[in-house]
Structure formats: C-alpha cells, structure tokens
C-alpha cells in the first residue's frame, strides 16, 4: 500500500517535517510493510490534484495540532483532503485534538480524524511529548488503515502484547441516535 504522509505544523508543538517524521516512525511500526512517501502539506495538494492515476497514492495521512469546522475551509489540510476527496484518495487526520464529528469530516473528504490528546489520555499529556504521542497514534491508526490490516506476527515487530485484528473490535456506536440492530442472540425490536 502506498501511503502519502503530508501533515501540516501542529501549531506551538510540532513543525510539519516533525510531524511528518512522527507519522512516518508510527506508520512503519504498525504497517512495516507499506511504501511511505513523506511531502509537504501544500505540495501534496498540488500533486493529487496532477497525478496520473497509476501514480496516485492508495491513502493520504495528514494532521495538524486541532482539527476544527475552520479547518475544513481555507487551509492546507482542508486543500489536501478536497484534493483527496476529487481523485477518490482516502484521507486520514492525526491532530492534537478533533472538534468535528465524522459525518461533518467525511463530508469534506476526510474519512477518519483521530486525536492524540484522546490516545494519550489528556490535552496535557499529549503535549508533554508530542512526537511521542502522534508517534504511538499513527502506529494504531496504521496497524487498522494500513495495506497489511495488521501485522501477522507483532511478536517480530518488537511488541509485548499482541494487538486484537480488526475483526475482533469491538463495533462503535450508531452515529445517529435510535435502535442499534440485534445481534445473533437478541430478538429484533418490535417495529
């Protein structure tokens, strides 16, 4: 799988290059396997919006220290993921912090926005090392999104607790509010 790495500066914390060499450090643990190219935000926009199609990546990871409804119009993150979104290129966010829900997201082309701050535990802890922190989200984030969809063997990649495969997550919640459907063992609710 072909991933294009192209975060913005997290601002106060990180520069893009930092968050880049996080990512892409994170991105190789979880899915060591993958072809990473690393560029800057703006030019990764330009360049999705030119590429011929073979040479397209297979998923855009972006990021930037808070990803809110302003960062959805105007920036370089909201250019890429646009650009993105017109060549039917995934995107993914790693941000600080996520302030938008995932219908509002998607609809400007992102298909997942995970927060660091949420991974660490806490906007502080989060700050206190933020390479580390993006680093340890972009392996997660990369262990499910990646061309692997996992490693086979976590034991050869140097991890002391197996990781649970996709399948065996649990599923999250409805995004709309109402009746979630039965599962095997529960009767269907009465319509």
Do not use: K, N
Request: proline share 10%.
């Amino acid at each position: 799988m072909r991933v294009l790495i192209a975060p913005d500066a997290f601002r106060g914390t990180l520069t893009g290059d930092q968050a880049a060499t996080a990512i892409a450090e994170g991105w190789t643990r979880g899915a060591a396997a993958d072809e990473l190219e690393r560029a800057p935000v703006g030019d990764a926009a330009r360049t999705l919006e030119t590429a011929d199609e073979p040479d397209l990546p297979d998923l855009v990871v972006t990021g930037e220290g808070s990803l809110e409804f302003r960062s959805l119009r105007d920036t370089a993150v909201a250019a890429l993921a646009a650009a993105a979104m017109s060549r039917s290129v995934p995107c993914v966010v790693l941000a600080g912090q996520v302030h938008v829900g995932p219908r509002v997201a998607f609809e400007s082309g992102i298909h997942g926005a995970y927060a660091a701050a949420a991974d660490a535990g806490s906007v502080e802890a989060s700050i206190a090392d933020p390479a580390g922190t993006l680093t340890v989200l972009a392996e997660g984030i990369a262990y499910h999104w990646g061309g692997r969809r996992g490693r086979a063997d976590d034991a050869v990649a140097g991890a002391t607790t197996p990781r649970p495969r996709p399948e065996s997550l649990p599923g999250p919640e409805p995004l709309v509010p109402g009746p979630r459907p039965a599962g095997p063992d529960e009767a269907d609710p009465p319509l």
